[in-house]
């Protein structure tokens, strides 16, 4: 496994692979892997000849200053983990190398459709910063393959919607989230919740179960779900920014009645940290 910081050496990596015809599957991450992130590159290397990781804090998605400086980085850890799994390839850009004019002068991606609902709401910016960074990555590396998790489905759905309307020639797999034993998703911010905070954290998977288990036994009883479940998160401690159940295509409200897949997303916070969550439900 190579370790690279710059484009150079990163094109002529890819560079001698395409001339095998290889194929490659990348995982852009944020670092301090947890067993979320080592899923998807496994599966990448299930469905590709080579794998590249690229671990960079994006600074151009975080709208909270404070979110960004305690973001864990915990770059020795993250390398010796990948150098232990099938990884062919890590690239660990600096902010130089990502944004050198810097980032107020840095062209922009903006997805239209994503910036009003859900965690767009609550984090402005936010996905611009996520469309315009996966951009840089996905042409720097010139994959054909990456690989994204559910966990974030907003931010699968964005990167699915700019890769078509873009044209980027490429497959972007979505992957199932990975959790914690009592059901907790797999996220870099657990670490931040104190040992009380921990203990209550998994109620928001297991409101969204039972969200989607009232869903299921009775539509008109939905509205009342939410309410209840919004109730059991805010008595033990919780702040939900958002509890919805959307069309799980492209998180639009569902009409009365409608039978299609359907996603029951949550964001709320509990102490200083912000989690997110998401469960399908097949009303079809
Ligand atoms: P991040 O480092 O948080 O930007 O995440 C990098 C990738 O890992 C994204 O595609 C995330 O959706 C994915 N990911 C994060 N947590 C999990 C998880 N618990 N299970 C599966 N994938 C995850």
Known sequence: MQVVDNLVALRTRIKNWRADNEV???VPTMGNLHQGHLSLVKKAAELADRVVVSIFVNP???NDKQDLDNY?????DDIKQLSELRCDLVFTPDDSIMYPRGMSNQT???V????DKLCGLG???HFDGVATVVTKLLNMVQTDIAVFGEKDYQQLLLIRQLVQDLNLPMDIIGAPTCREQDGLAMSSRNQRLTESEREKAPLLYQQLQAVKTALLENRQGLDAALADAQSQLSEAGFETEY???RRADNLQPLQSGETTTARILVAARLGSVRLIDNI????A
């Open 108 to 110: 922009s991606v903006h």
């Open 123 to 125: 984090r402005p910016g």
């Open 243 to 245: 509890l919805e159940v």
């Open 280 to 283: 399908l439900c097949d009303l």
């Open 24 to 26: 490659i599957a990348f």
């Open 112 to 115: 239209p459709g994503m910036d």
């Open 60 to 62: 151009l998605q975080f």
């Open 72 to 76: 864990p980085r915990t770059l020795n």
